[in-house]
Structure formats: C-alpha cells, structure tokens
C-alpha cells in the first residue's frame, strides 16, 4: 500500500506562487508514475501535470504549460508542483496520485493511490 500526503496549500492572489509537495511512503521501487489532479467545486477531477520516477519524464494540461513545474526527489520520495503566475481558475483541491507502471497516465482511473488532497485558493 503505498500513502500519499500532500502538503503546501493555501490562499494566495492572482499572479502568485505555490509549492506542492507529495511525500510518499512504503515504495519499494521507482516502477511509477506521479501525477497531479484538481478538482474545482461543481466541477470533475482534472489532470494537472504527470512525471514518471524513472526517467523524469513529464507532461502537463496544456493551460499550466509554462507556468506550471513538477519534479521529483527520489531520494526524499516526494514529487513537488511549483506553481507560478497563478489565477483564480486555478482555485481547486489539488491531489497527488501514483500509477504503478512505466508510463505516464493523465486519466484519473488509472491512478492507484491517492493522497487527501490540498486546498489551493487563488484570490483576484
């Protein structure tokens, strides 16, 4: 069973910046792929952004490209989210999961685990 916890949310105004980070425990190898969901209220869960442990390959939605940044520290096993020039339409939970495997998923069903997710508030 693999636990995933995010941390780094909060309220921030338009054009700010967010960390996320995701620490995970009980993995035993890097055979996953991590990705980033948010969900807005009324709304369906959305893929954010995806990097697979082996490799570091990643890939985004295409409205964060560019301000939008994940990453992994493997040796801290934990994924992070660097957010950047944020807007109020990115005022969501946001949520880390893992996909076991080699590739990197953007649907949600394909995700195993899931963390509690973290509130993010973006002011205008």
């Known amino acids: 069973q693999v636990q995933l916890l995010e941390s780094g949310g909060g309220l921030v105004q338009a054009g700010g910046s967010l960390r996320l980070s995701c620490a995970w425990s009980?993995?035993?190898?890097?055979?996953?792929?991590m990705g980033w969901f948010r969900q807005a209220p009324g709304k369906e869960r959305e893929f954010v952004a995806a990097?697979?442990?082996?490799?570091?390959?990643?890939y985004y939605r295409d409205s964060v490209k560019g301000r939008f940044t994940i990453s992994r520290d493997n040796a801290k096993n934990t994924v992070y989210l660097q957010m950047n020039s944020l807007k109020p339409e990115d005022t969501a939970v946001y949520y880390c999961a893992a996909s076991p495997g080699i590739r990197i998923e953007t649907v949600a069903a394909d995700y195993a685990y899931w963390g509690q997710g973290t509130q993010v508030t973006v002011s205008s």
């Open positions: 009980r993995r035993t190898n890097n055979r996953y792929g």
């Open positions: 990097i697979h442990l082996i490799g570091g390959n990643t």
